[in-house]
């Protein structure tokens, strides 16, 4: 196992389902990242996680709920869904969110479809 | 609120040079970054410009111009393999994460 890997890598959920997103990182990274990416729509940050704690919130409903329970694992819990949340979900991470060069490795993504 | 601007798409033929423009209005100003997105994969990272100036890797440079709130990708001697999306990141604040354009469709045709 290499990079960042994301399980699962397609889902489709009703509105009513609870679902949940795994990444796993193999790089000794400290910070872990979800991002959210929709068509015609920048990637938009979802939440951060830095040595396990969360740092950033962007905002985000209620609905996605993260948790970080090491550096090496990240989750998104999924629960009562939107529609408009159809999108593929990217999580990344990098040596550490404060000092880093921009650089993040991003797994190759959740592509998630709520009916 | 925070902002990135680039070009939708761009088509170019193989062995030709492109460039991707990117300008920014964001509250802060740590760097600029470069993505390359293939359909269905991962992005991945191209380069980072902090200072002013041209950045070379290979094939591809990237520029940085701060006073001008305004970068650029370039890519040299094009090939069937650049087509993807590329994208802009800023990072606005110290110690936060990055802030993407919605990036450029690059189409390489032969």
């Known amino acids: 196992e290499t990079g960042v890997t994301q399980t699962p890598r397609h889902l489709v959920m009703g509105m009513t389902n609870k679902k949940s997103l795994k990444c796993e990182q193999h790089?000794?990274?400290?910070?872990m990242y979800w991002y959210k990416q929709s068509a015609k729509k920048p990637l938009e940050l979802m939440f951060v996680?830095?040595?396990?704690?969360?740092?950033e919130n962007n905002s985000v409903p209620s609905r996605f709920s993260p948790e970080c329970p090491n550096s090496s694992h990240l989750f998104l819990h999924l629960h009562t869904l939107q529609p408009e949340d159809s999108a593929l979900y990217l999580c990344a991470s990098s040596q550490d969110p404060v000092t880093n060069t921009g650089e993040l490795f991003f797994g190759e993504g959740s592509r998630l479809t709520v009916l | 609120g925070q902002s990135l601007e680039q070009p939708s798409e761009v088509t170019a033929v193989e062995g030709a040079i492109v460039q991707i423009n990117c300008t920014y209005q964001?509250?802060?100003?740590?760097?600029l970054s470069w993505y390359q997105q293939h359909d269905g994969g991962a992005p991945t990272f191209l380069s980072y410009n902090a200072l002013d100036g041209l950045e070379e890797t290979g094939r591809f440079s990237s520029f940085l111009s701060r006073s001008d709130s305004y970068g650029y990708l370039l890519l040299q001697e094009l090939q069937m393999k650049d087509s993807a999306s590329y994208f802009c990141a800023v990072r606005a604040e110290a110690g936060t994460a990055l802030i993407f354009g919605k990036g450029t469709t690059l189409s390489v045709s032969s």
């Open positions: 790089l000794g990274h400290n910070a």
């Open positions: 964001t509250s802060g100003f740590y760097g």
């Open positions: 996680y830095n040595f396990k704690e969360q740092t």
